[in-house]
């Protein structure tokens, strides 16, 4: 008989949401049980936001000294000789930053005695599974089930992944740099490893059945990315439609001018995720489904009593930092406290060249609310800061989105080089309810990328300084 353990709650799944959930649960002294049948971290830890980050910062470096190779750079810096990459080393250190983050974890459940099983839960019905483990099988009887399996890569019909089509978590670990790599979606996933791997020297191309790069965002906001692409040789294909292989291994790639045969070392496919929905019994569980996601009122609740479901299982959108906030609301509420999940914004970062912040309403999207809004650009080529950190001449700017009847915040937005640090106070500054004239009455330290959101909330009051 295989063992049974009784927890009051049992969360599955140990990404951003999960383990998040769980360290709650325990801190709140509910006695809860932990499954995943990986290491500790998900997605977002292992395969998806760390590992890129770190990559990412990489290729920054390279490109970096790569400019001052030869006769040098602008800032009067340069080197002899052309610089060299081992990606394997790179990849490396990486995996190292992964390990470290995913032990902290572990170290985090182990104070709030948050007992882990590792291993794949299947359940019979909503709230008893069994879980595979090396030792034999768990079974697992919970009072309150925690639902935070995660999301999986989106695979195309006419390109299955294997060989040389990868997805993103290969893309991460490859030991050398592909001379050509073209990259399908430009979306966020996208942009990110495709302008990476440009700034290692690979040749990329860019494939996108959408009209623009970043379709859920405005030309104005992605104008500047779009520029970058241009002037380091990315080949950017728009409107167009992936059609398969050819005989040759090339990807035929069907737009308004003909048809094109583009030869690849790699094809990395970023085409969208999917909650990770298959495999481990949810359709024995009565939950309600609203298109490929798990259905859930404003507290995590699914239709059946007790099971709960947070992050990308439950809708967009599906970033790591929505599931922790979801995960330890829906600690609190089982432990008795009232919450809800009701945020004024989810910011989220485009990890670009240049970056991308977006918190609140978009210009067309306040429009489309019947909002009389107002907008105010303030750019970072009035900015000191920018300007001394190389910033302020790639097209970059902060943009504050309110409406004229009040002044009352709807959206922050910005596109520029470091620009993610800026989320937080967007944010903030959503959830506070602020109007136009707390963010320009707020002093901001000089000189910092900062300043340019006072400026652009003194812009739309009409009485800009710096511009």
């Known amino acids: 008989m295989p063992e049974t353990l009784r927890p009051k709650v049992l969360v599955v799944g140990g990404g951003p949401g999960g383990y998040v959930a769980a360290i709650r649960a325990g801190q709140l002294g509910l006695d809860t049980v932990l499954v995943d049948a990986d290491r500790l971290g998900g997605t977002c830890l292992l395969r998806g936001c760390i590992p890129s980050k770190a990559l990412i910062h990489?290729?920054?470096?390279?490109?970096?000294?790569?400019?001052?190779?030869?006769?040098?750079?602008?800032?009067?810096?340069?080197?002899?000789?052309?610089?060299?990459?081992?990606?394997a080393k790179t990849v490396g250190w990486k995996d190292g930053i992964v390990e470290r983050l995913s032990g902290g974890v572990a170290g985090l459940l182990a104070r709030a005695k948050v007992r882990v099983v590792?291993?794949?839960?299947?359940?019979?019905?909503?709230?008893?599974?069994?879980?595979?483990?090396?030792?034999?099988?768990?079974?697992?009887?919970?009072?309150?089930?925690?639902?935070?399996?995660?999301?999986?890569?989106?695979?195309l019909p006419d390109l299955p992944f294997g060989g040389d089509v990868i997805f993103s978590t290969e893309a991460l670990s490859l030991a050398a740099v592909p001379e050509r790599l073209v990259v399908v979606g430009a979306?966020?996933?996208?942009?990110?490893?495709?302008?990476?791997?440009?700034?290692?020297?690979?040749?990329?191309?860019?494939?996108?059945?959408?009209?623009?790069?970043?379709?859920?965002?405005?030309?104005?906001?992605?104008?500047?990315?779009?520029?970058?692409?241009?002037?380091?040789?990315?080949?950017?294909?728009?409107?167009?439609?992936?059609a398969g292989r050819d005989g040759d291994g090339r990807l035929n790639v069907e737009t308004a001018s003909g048809t094109l045969?583009?030869?690849?070392?790699?094809?990395?496919?970023?085409?969208g995720r999917r909650?990770?929905?298959?495999?481990?019994?949810?359709?024995?569980?009565?939950?309600?489904?609203?298109?490929?996601?798990?259905?859930?009122?404003?507290?995590?609740?699914?239709?059946?009593?007790?099971?709960?479901?947070?992050?990308?299982?439950?809708g967009e959108p599906m970033l790591a930092h929505k599931a922790m906030a979801q995960g330890a609301m829906v600690a609190e509420i089982i432990a008795g406290n009232r919450r809800r999940f009701d945020p004024a914004a989810v910011a989220a970062i485009v990890f670009s060249e240049p970056e991308i912040v977006v918190a609140g309403?978009?210009?067309?999207?306040?429009?489309?609310?019947?909002?009389?809004?107002?907008?105010?650009?303030?750019p970072f080529a009035a900015n000191g800061r920018a300007l001394t950190l190389e910033a302020g001449e790639d097209g970059g700017f902060v943009r504050a989105i309110s409406a004229r009847a009040d002044g009352r915040l709807l959206g922050l937005q910005a596109v520029g080089r470091g620009v993610g640090e800026l989320a937080g106070e967007f944010a903030h500054a959503l959830v506070m309810g602020a109007v136009l004239e707390d963010l320009?009455?707020?002093?901001?330290v000089h000189p910092t990328l900062g300043e340019a959101i006072g400026e652009a909330a003194l812009l739309g009051l009409g009485h800009a300084l710096h511009l």
């Not at 429009?367 to 907008?375: C, H, P, Q, R, T």
């Open 58 to 87: 990489a290729a920054d470096k390279f490109a970096e000294i790569a400019g001052a190779a030869g006769g040098g750079n602008r800032l009067g810096i340069a080197i002899d000789g052309v610089p060299k990459l081992d990606l």
């Open 275 to 314: 909650p990770l929905t298959r495999g481990w019994g949810l359709e024995e569980m009565a939950v309600d489904m609203t298109g490929p996601f798990v259905r859930v009122d404003d507290q995590c609740r699914t239709a059946m009593r007790g099971v709960w479901a947070i992050g990308d299982l439950a």
């Open 440 to 444: 320009a009455h707020t002093i901001h």
């Open 187 to 242: 979306g966020y996933i996208g942009l990110e490893l495709g302008i990476a791997f440009r700034k290692f020297g690979a040749a990329v191309t860019i494939v996108e059945a959408a009209p623009r790069i970043l379709p859920r965002y405005d030309e104005v906001l992605t104008r500047p990315v779009r520029l970058w692409l241009q002037r380091h040789g990315v080949e950017l294909h728009l409107n167009a439609k992936v």
């Open 118 to 155: 590792e291993g794949w839960a299947r359940f019979s019905d909503a709230k008893n599974c069994t879980v595979e483990t090396k030792a034999g099988p768990v079974a697992i009887a919970a009072e309150h089930v925690i639902l935070a399996a995660g999301s999986e890569a989106v695979e």
């Open 261 to 271: 045969a583009l030869a690849a070392d790699k094809i990395l496919v970023t085409v």
């Open 361 to 378: 309403m978009l210009p067309e999207e306040a429009k489309a609310s019947g909002i009389d809004a107002a907008v105010s650009v303030f």
